[in-house]
């Protein structure tokens, strides 16, 4: 299973930007990035996910660099709701590739009012 | 569409009983996943289902453990003997078909094996 390095957490202030990097120097062409969220007690929630082009959605925006050996997840305006641990996975795309999500320690945001 | 369900939330047992748990997807999901979290880790993947066919099993999932979907629409999770290594959250999600859908996670199940 391709693997994604993050810091193991990160402190941000409430309607500031925060940037969340992923590295994921051995993804494969056929790898899709995808960043899941997860807050106290609750399952996982879906964020985002892009191939190549960077992705914007009404939660976050995905910036992938050139070698796609990296992401990073932008939260434009932080809220005291993001404060999570985040999620940076990488799924594999061919035919017959599981589809199960290989989830690593993740990262912990500390969003500060 | 009120996501994905799970019951019970919460479930303490002594070790060695047999415990089940429910997950019911969102309706239009033919995918069905479990996975198991312990504290302070991420999720680990167990088990998924294609409608009633379980397509992949984790080496987690040992013959302790057993997954059914038997019409494609709800899931059940069973745990036979517990041991206190048990104790964990146990997740379900639900999708589409395809690796670029994402998955919907239910609340999870609590174990907590005594």
């Known amino acids: 299973d391709a693997k994604t390095t993050q810091p193991n957490s990160m402190e941000s202030n409430e309607e500031e930007p925060v940037h969340l990097p992923c590295n994921h120097s051995?993804?494969?062409?056929?790898?899709?990035i995808h960043w899941y969220r997860q807050l106290p007690s609750q399952g996982p929630e879906y964020v985002i996910h892009g191939l190549t082009s960077n992705v914007n959605n009404r939660m976050a925006s995905l910036a992938i660099a050139e070698d796609r050996k990296s992401s990073t997840l932008i939260l434009h305006r932080a809220t005291l709701r993001d404060a999570a641990v985040y999620y940076c996975?990488?799924?594999?795309?061919?035919?017959?590739?599981?589809?199960?999500?290989?989830f690593g320690k993740g990262m912990k945001l500390t969003v500060n009012p | 569409d009120t996501g994905v369900s799970q019951d019970p939330r919460h479930k303490i047992t002594k070790r060695g009983q047999n415990v089940t748990f429910r997950c019911d997807p969102i309706?239009?999901?033919?995918?069905l996943y479990w996975y198991r979290q312990t504290l302070g880790q991420g999720p680990e993947f167990l088990t998924y289902?294609?409608?009633?066919?379980?397509?992949?099993k984790s080496r987690l999932l040992s013959d302790r453990f057993s997954a059914e979907r038997p019409k494609g629409s709800f899931s059940t999770l069973e745990i036979q003997r517990t041991e206190q290594g048990d104790s964990a959250m146990y997740l379900c999600a639900s999708s589409l078909q395809g690796q670029a859908y994402e998955q919907y996670f239910g609340p999870g199940t609590r174990l907590t094996v005594t």
């Open positions: 289902f294609q409608n009633e066919a379980q397509l992949e």
């Open positions: 996975i990488l799924r594999p795309t061919y035919q017959g590739g599981s589809e199960k999500l290989v």
């Open positions: 051995t993804i494969s062409g056929t790898d899709y």
């Open positions: 309706s239009e999901h033919n995918r």
